[in-house]
């Protein structure tokens, strides 16, 4: 049965950039940062979406709560073969906020089957999948490294404690995607070029009160010097180990 | 300030993850009430982690809806402003629906204590701390595993049974694969974990890291391309895009430390490289070093700890 695919995906730092801040340390000093789609939305939710669509037909659609500096990162997206994108026009600061969002254009436009990343590389949260599941109501097949289809009913393996568990659940559902479930797809040109001209819909959002804010950020402390043992001596790296690390 | 914590369950018993969030929030303050799902025998623990209470729910359920549906109910029977779970896959799935059900603001994967209403978590993949504020009465967090011990009191819990009304399940679990036939710990929970890259050169080299692994009592993980590779299965791979993990002590050998492969465990407690390379960026996020061929090093390692009492 075709299916109609809503992926949420969000804009994340590339992952080797630098870390810092700025604004007496409560803002991300974007300055310089290159950005990327998130790689669970990008390499594992999108592209899984799209395989299930080739193969059984239907559309996909993506989905960002962001403001237009995403708009290089959803192009992105429907150069890797998206069919449209929606743009909620707001500053994503807190994750009840961003699955309300979400929650309510999954209402409206009738999606079976909505895939978000496993969690976003810089916030680390994994928690919009599940918000958004409760808010509409839907089963919530978490941390997934497969996915198929077969009429209403959405299979899938998860990871779970020593293994990966077989579930099902009938569509309406959310997924969260963990490694696993595809192969990344590099854009072609042609994907890129067709990119430039695919809708992208930007929906205006009310502010709303956030639930919880970051008051600071804090780099860790700079790791001490690493003590060089000899490699003929793995009995001081054991010594060392116990008495001084004392995890042994 | 009142608690409740939601412990997952296991094969009739009470997680380590689980019991960890009982002990964190007493640290916090707090009089806790776990509640449980499924067979148990006796308080399975909690009361020596530090609550006072169980509410027992006899169904084991596996559908996180209705696992959410009876944390919240519990929570609203309790009276409790505080909610705590693990940051494992069960909780990741709970936790969240609990928040929505509560109107609750939510912080995941906390790694310090709620003070006040502020709480510390790791972000951007162990590269710098939030210090997060919760502007609601009602908050719910998950702890990072791993990252609080478990109390060790004398304690009993009084179980109670508990059965809140529930929607029915709408996710069925139909099988499971279990990862490895061994019984090691799985790589979330590990306390020790011995990781090797490509500097193996091939699967047919990993009896040396396995042996250690043994001698250890550890678990066994590797780099991105080796699983991508397929030298060893994906549920191995930690890093920016696999599993984070957070163990006592992680041995890594023949991987250079790439800054994805350095995202997912940088928060272990101990770290040791292992590579023949000494200018290899791994020595700079480690505690401990050996330049040298793996192929050598690791047998001597793993005698050396053999020969421990
Ligand atoms: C977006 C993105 C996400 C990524 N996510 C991850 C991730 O989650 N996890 C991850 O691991 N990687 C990830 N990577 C890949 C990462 O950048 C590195 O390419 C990868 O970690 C390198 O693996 P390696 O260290 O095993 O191999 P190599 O980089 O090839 O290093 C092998 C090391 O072994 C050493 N060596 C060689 N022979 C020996 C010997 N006999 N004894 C001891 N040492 C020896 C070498 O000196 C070298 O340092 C990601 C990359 C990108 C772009
Ligand atoms: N601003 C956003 N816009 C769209 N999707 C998002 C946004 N933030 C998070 N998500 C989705 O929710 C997943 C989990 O995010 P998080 O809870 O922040 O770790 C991500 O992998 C995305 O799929």
């Given at each position: 049965m075709a299916m109609k695919f809503l992926v949420c995906i969000s804009k994340a730092p590339d992952t080797t950039s630098r870390i810092a801040f700025t604004e007496g340390d409560t803002q991300f000093d974007a300055n310089g940062v290159q950005f990327i789609v998130n790689p669970y939305d990008e390499w594992y939710a999108l592209v899984r979406a799209l395989e299930l669509k080739e193969q059984h037909g239907g559309s996909v659609t993506t989905l960002t709560v962001g403001q237009a500096d995403c708009d290089p990162v959803i192009r992105k997206a429907l150069a890797i073969g998206a069919d449209d994108a929606i743009r909620i026009d707001a500053n994503p600061v807190d994750a009840m906020q961003v699955a309300t969002l979400i929650a309510e254009q999954a209402r409206q436009g009738a999606y079976d089957v909505i895939l978000c990343g496993k969690e976003t590389i810089d916030h680390n949260g994994s928690v919009v999948g599940g918000m958004l599941a409760e808010l509409i109501d839907a089963p919530f097949i978490s941390l997934a490294t497969s996915l198929e289809v077969e009429g209403n009913t959405v299979k899938a393996k998860r990871e779970a404690s020593g293994g990966l568990e077989h579930v099902q659940a009938e569509s309406p559902v959310v997924v969260s995607a963990s490694k696993g479930m595809a192969e990344q797809r590099i854009p072609n040109m042609r994907g890129i070029m067709a990119a430039r001209t695919k809708p992208l819909n930007v929906i205006s959002a009310e502010e709303s009160a956030q639930s919880a804010s970051v008051a600071k950020f804090e780099l860790p402390p700079a790791k001490g010097d690493c003590k060089i043992v000899s490699a003929d001596e793995p009995e001081e790296l054991v010594r060392l180990l116990r008495e001084e690390a004392k995890i042994l | 300030m009142k608690c409740l914590a939601f412990v997952p369950t296991k094969d009739g018993a009470a997680t380590k993850a689980g019991l960890e969030a009982v002990s964190y929030a007493v640290s916090c303050g707090a009089e806790v009430t776990a509640m449980m799902a499924g067979p148990i025998s006796g308080d399975s623990g909690a009361g020596a982690a530090g609550a006072s209470k169980v509410l027992h729910v006899s169904d084991d359920l596996k559908d996180e809806a209705q696992l959410a549906q009876a944390v919240a109910a519990a929570a609203e029977a309790e009276g409790a402003v505080l909610v705590v779970a693990p940051h494992d896959h069960v909780g990741r799935a709970v936790a969240p629906r609990v928040a929505v059900r509560l109107k609750a603001g939510m912080v995941p994967g906390v790694t310090g204590l709620l003070e006040g209403a502020t709480v510390q978590r790791n972000v951007f993949s162990g590269k710098a701390m939030a210090h997060v504020s919760v502007h609601t009465d009602r908050k719910v967090l998950t702890t990072t595993p791993n990252a609080f011990g478990v109390n060790q009191g004398e304690g009993q819990a009084n179980v109670e049974s508990f059965a809140p009304e529930l929607e029915p399940a709408k996710l069925t679990v139909t099988g499971f694969d279990a990862s490895s036939e061994d019984g090691s710990v799985p790589l979330p929970e590990a306390v020790r974990v011995v990781s090797a890259g490509r500097g193996l050169k091939g699967p047919e080299h990993w009896g040396i890291v396995e042996e250690l692994a043994q001698a250890l009592e550890a678990t066994t993980a590797c780099s991105r391309p080796v699983s991508d590779m397929g030298w060893?299965?994906?549920?191995?791979h930690v890093g920016q895009t696999g599993i984070t993990i957070r163990p006592d002590l992680y041995i890594a050998a023949g991987i250079s430390g790439a800054i994805q492969h350095l995202a997912g465990v940088?928060?272990?407690k101990v770290i040791v490289a292992i590579n023949t390379d000494p200018e290899a960026p791994f020595f700079k996020a480690a505690d401990y070093g050996i330049v040298g061929d793996a192929f050598e090093v690791l047998p001597k390692l793993t005698a050396a700890i053999q020969s421990l009492d």
């Amino acid at each position: 049965m075709a299916m109609k695919f809503l992926v949420c995906i969000s804009k994340a730092p590339d992952t080797t950039s630098r870390i810092a801040f700025t604004e007496g340390d409560t803002q991300f000093d974007a300055n310089g940062v290159q950005f990327i789609v998130n790689p669970y939305d990008e390499w594992y939710a999108l592209v899984r979406a799209l395989e299930l669509k080739e193969q059984h037909g239907g559309s996909v659609t993506t989905l960002t709560v962001g403001q237009a500096d995403c708009d290089p990162v959803i192009r992105k997206a429907l150069a890797i073969g998206a069919d449209d994108a929606i743009r909620i026009d707001a500053n994503p600061v807190d994750a009840m906020q961003v699955a309300t969002l979400i929650a309510e254009q999954a209402r409206q436009g009738a999606y079976d089957v909505i895939l978000c990343g496993k969690e976003t590389i810089d916030h680390n949260g994994s928690v919009v999948g599940g918000m958004l599941a409760e808010l509409i109501d839907a089963p919530f097949i978490s941390l997934a490294t497969s996915l198929e289809v077969e009429g209403n009913t959405v299979k899938a393996k998860r990871e779970a404690s020593g293994g990966l568990e077989h579930v099902q659940a009938e569509s309406p559902v959310v997924v969260s995607a963990s490694k696993g479930m595809a192969e990344q797809r590099i854009p072609n040109m042609r994907g890129i070029m067709a990119a430039r001209t695919k809708p992208l819909n930007v929906i205006s959002a009310e502010e709303s009160a956030q639930s919880a804010s970051v008051a600071k950020f804090e780099l860790p402390p700079a790791k001490g010097d690493c003590k060089i043992v000899s490699a003929d001596e793995p009995e001081e790296l054991v010594r060392l180990l116990r008495e001084e690390a004392k995890i042994l | 300030m009142k608690c409740l914590a939601f412990v997952p369950t296991k094969d009739g018993a009470a997680t380590k993850a689980g019991l960890e969030a009982v002990s964190y929030a007493v640290s916090c303050g707090a009089e806790v009430t776990a509640m449980m799902a499924g067979p148990i025998s006796g308080d399975s623990g909690a009361g020596a982690a530090g609550a006072s209470k169980v509410l027992h729910v006899s169904d084991d359920l596996k559908d996180e809806a209705q696992l959410a549906q009876a944390v919240a109910a519990a929570a609203e029977a309790e009276g409790a402003v505080l909610v705590v779970a693990p940051h494992d896959h069960v909780g990741r799935a709970v936790a969240p629906r609990v928040a929505v059900r509560l109107k609750a603001g939510m912080v995941p994967g906390v790694t310090g204590l709620l003070e006040g209403a502020t709480v510390q978590r790791n972000v951007f993949s162990g590269k710098a701390m939030a210090h997060v504020s919760v502007h609601t009465d009602r908050k719910v967090l998950t702890t990072t595993p791993n990252a609080f011990g478990v109390n060790q009191g004398e304690g009993q819990a009084n179980v109670e049974s508990f059965a809140p009304e529930l929607e029915p399940a709408k996710l069925t679990v139909t099988g499971f694969d279990a990862s490895s036939e061994d019984g090691s710990v799985p790589l979330p929970e590990a306390v020790r974990v011995v990781s090797a890259g490509r500097g193996l050169k091939g699967p047919e080299h990993w009896g040396i890291v396995e042996e250690l692994a043994q001698a250890l009592e550890a678990t066994t993980a590797c780099s991105r391309p080796v699983s991508d590779m397929g030298w060893r299965p994906h549920h191995e791979h930690v890093g920016q895009t696999g599993i984070t993990i957070r163990p006592d002590l992680y041995i890594a050998a023949g991987i250079s430390g790439a800054i994805q492969h350095l995202a997912g465990v940088n928060q272990s407690k101990v770290i040791v490289a292992i590579n023949t390379d000494p200018e290899a960026p791994f020595f700079k996020a480690a505690d401990y070093g050996i330049v040298g061929d793996a192929f050598e090093v690791l047998p001597k390692l793993t005698a050396a700890i053999q020969s421990l009492d």
